[in-house]
């Protein structure tokens, strides 16, 4: 389902009234060249000139709702220019969500990316063995989709339902990693169909599959590793290190310098969101670099 952050109205409306700034989202594809790929690798099923004229209006209408209240506070609370300054902020606000919402899809592909591979190996060696215990490859398909194995059960639920409506086993698979932005699930899903083709034991193709994928999470675990001394390092630095520093040389400063209380009040608050900004900043850079091809 096509989803547009930060839009104050449902999609379904967006979808409606959004037809007149069709020709704006035609003018704007050009700056967005892999708006098309992110939205077929996230499943969107809309062209990249609906999403854009979708995204335009969610913006207008945020626009909108930004400035009257963002103009009125300022004028509330005394601001002089409030008539200025409230215009302003409110199209430096929404020109961000824009680029927010047109970058949606690949964020939301790269996330379908990692539940893939999160759960690629569970799944395949799930199947290698109801395969050796004597399951069919259609029965075993549909064990899958109905397991709790997120993105890839809904991929082997959606081509089940080709199988079961006629298309043979073969093409589905190839469809299936076709369509997939996943390298290593496009990956173990062709060299499974060209062993089926081929008339090869299933299982033995599995077996080096599952192998090849093994050696490969190794890799990416040596890698994780080797990236996380200088991350550490980084993290003491910016969390501990200067923090202490920090608070020593406030504490000096205030007493040389003659700062008032409030003054040393807002000092120490200043360094206390910075030390919990770099810690949440610091965990967020190391969940991203995670390797996928790990479960968990």
């Not at 004229?53 to 969610?58: D, F, G, K, T, V």
């Not at 991350?231 to 290190?241: E, K, N, S, W």
């Amino acid at each position: 389902m096509t989803k547009i952050p930060f839009s104050l109205i449902s999609t379904r409306v967006l979808e409606k009234y959004s037809k007149a700034f069709l020709g704006i989202a035609d003018v704007l594809q050009g700056p967005f060249p892999f708006l098309e790929l992110n939205l077929k690798r996230a499943n969107f099923d809309i062209t990249p000139r609906k999403y854009l004229s979708m995204c335009i209006l969610s913006s207008l209408i945020n626009l909108l709702f930004i400035l009257i209240i963002g103009t009125s506070a300022l004028f509330i609370f005394g601001f002089s220019n409030f008539y200025i300054w409230g215009p302003a902020g409110a199209f430096a606000i929404i020109l961000i969500m824009f680029f927010q919402q047109v970058n949606y899809p690949k964020i939301f592909a790269n996330k379908r990316i990692r539940s893939i591979e999160r759960n690629l190996l569970p799944a395949l060696r799930s199947i290698l063995i109801q395969m050796n215990s004597g399951s069919p490859l259609f029965d075993i398909l549909v064990s899958i989709a109905s397991s709790n194995y997120e993105e890839v059960s809904k991929v082997f639920g959606k081509a089940t339902k080709q199988i079961g409506s006629g298309v043979p086993q073969v093409d589905a698979m190839e469809e299936m990693a076709e369509n997939n932005p996943s390298l290593y699930f496009r990956r173990a899903i062709w060299q499974i169909a060209n062993g089926m083709k081929a008339g090869a034991d299933i299982s033995i193709v599995l077996n080096e599959v599952i192998d090849s994928l093994s050696e490969e999470q190794l890799v990416q675990i040596q890698t994780y590793g080797s990236r996380l001394n200088p991350l550490a390092m980084f993290y003491m630095l910016l969390g501990v290190i200067l923090p202490a520093l920090g608070i020593t040389f406030v504490i000096i400063i205030s007493s040389f310098a003659g700062l008032t209380e409030q003054s040393a009040k807002g000092l120490f608050i200043g360094l206390f969101v910075f030390a919990v900004f770099a810690q949440i900043m610091f965990l967020g850079l190391i969940k991203s670099r995670r390797p996928n091809l790990l479960s968990g």
